[in-house]
């Protein structure tokens, strides 16, 4: 069963760069989607990204221009970088893996990350 | 986007009630819908994919139905492990997107 664990810096600061990481164990990363979710709190989950395992990528156009979505696989991680960011862009930050975009039937999900954006 | 619209946001049933919670999509998403339950503190877990498919392990009380623009989640004799946050998503169209929620309580 594969474990998804994030890693982020707690508290960003406004027009700063966000990175977080997911680390994979007990599976491969070289098969299924790659997904970033978050979740502002209080409010619904919004859908991110993906990476491909093959490297092909999917954001959504709220924020395609800010983000990327990388995976190492020597690693075993995947990353998500979100440049220039907002208190908007504060929430619970989860990376979750499975063969139907990450997401839905058969995906793990990650237990999240809390990203404060704050000065 | 494709809008999802949830209701009711939030509602308070009794044990062993019947709860039904909707989902409209602004535009056909056809059969590509999934439902979760949140709970407190966790991630969302995947309880019905494909509208009408219950996830591998979930109780037979779950059930969803629906095509199109219109579904729903039922739960046929709520339970107290069931009070949680409810969420629908579709996977037809890119960017994915999700309902607003909707809040059951015990």
């Known amino acids: 069963q594969v474990h998804l664990q994030e890693s982020g810096p707690g508290l960003v600061k406004p027009s700063e760069t966000l990175y977080v990481s997911c680390t994979v164990s007990?599976?491969?990363?070289?098969?299924?989607?790659w997904s970033w979710i978050r979740q502002p709190p209080g409010k619904g989950p919004e859908w991110i990204g993906f990476v491909y395992y093959t490297g092909t990528t999917n954001y959504n156009p709220a924020v395609e221009d800010r983000v990327s979505i990388l995976i190492d696989a020597p690693k075993n991680q995947f990353s998500l970088r979100l440049a220039s960011v907002t208190h908007a862009d504060s929430a619970v930050y989860y990376c979750?893996?499975?063969?139907?975009f990450g997401v839905g039937s058969e995906a793990t999900w990650g237990q999240g990350t809390l990203v404060t954006v704050s000065s | 986007d494709i809008q999802m619209t949830q209701s009711p946001s939030s509602l308070s049933a009794s044990v062993g009630d019947r709860v039904t919670i909707t989902c409209q999509a602004s535009?056909?998403?056809?059969?590509?819908l999934n439902w979760y339950q949140q709970k407190i503190g966790e991630a969302p877990e995947v309880l019905v994919h494909?509208?009408?498919n219950l996830e591998t392990g979930v109780p037979s009380r779950f059930s969803g139905s629906g095509f199109g623009t219109d579904f729903t989640l039922t739960i046929t004799s709520l339970q107290p492990e069931d009070a949680a946050t409810y969420y629908c998503q579709q996977y037809d169209n890119f960017p994915l997107t999700f309902g607003g929620g909707t809040k059951v309580e015990i």
């Open positions: 535009q056909s998403v056809r059969k590509y």
């Open positions: 494909g509208a009408t």
């Open positions: 007990g599976g491969s990363i070289s098969r299924y989607y």
């Open positions: 979750a893996t499975g063969p139907v």
